[in-house]
């Protein structure tokens, strides 16, 4: 890639779900940073970790499934969460419109998609607020939750027979 980046064919090259472990290792050997990363970001996995090592590094997070992803449960707890209906409410906004506009607090590029014309342009009508500082804390509140947990891919009907231990980042729940 840095080949092709080199020769014009490409404007920037960027990864897609690394951790800061394997960013460390890509960095220690590449000659050309990758511009973006890739990764699951929304207020219930909030990357906080990983985005303080990008912002640090220069690379910008490119957040996808904004909005969250059913859990296991079935439920998507980004869209029904009770904190950002609250704060949705008393800002006259949508869930979604606060979840974006928290992703774009944060620094983030964001991955919408939708169909859609109304939610388009609901999406777009992120720029002209801000949260306030007490609605953040509130957001940091919202308990954690990935999309796909290691238990899932490891399981007997997981994708996954074994996985690199060593690249897993801990954070607390």
Known sequence: ???????????????????????EELLAFAKISPAVNQVEMNPSWRQ??????????????TAYSPLGGQSMSGRNLV??????????????????????RWLYEQGASIVVKSFKKERLMENIEIFNWELTDEERLKIN??????MCTVEVMLSKEGS????????IEVVEI
């Open 1 to 23: 890639m840095e080949e092709c980046q080199r020769l014009g064919l490409t404007k920037s090259i960027g990864v897609s779900n690394f951790t800061t472990k394997k960013l």
């Open 48 to 61: 906080q970790k990983l985005t303080e090592y990008c912002a640090q590094k220069g690379i910008i997070i």
């Open 79 to 100: 869209l029904t969460s009770d904190v950002l209906t609250e704060i949705a409410n008393a800002k006259g906004k949508s869930v979604a419109q606060i979840s974006l």
């Open 141 to 146: 509140t919202i308990p954690r939750h990935k």
């Open 160 to 167: 996954l027979t074994s996985v690199d231990l060593a690249d």
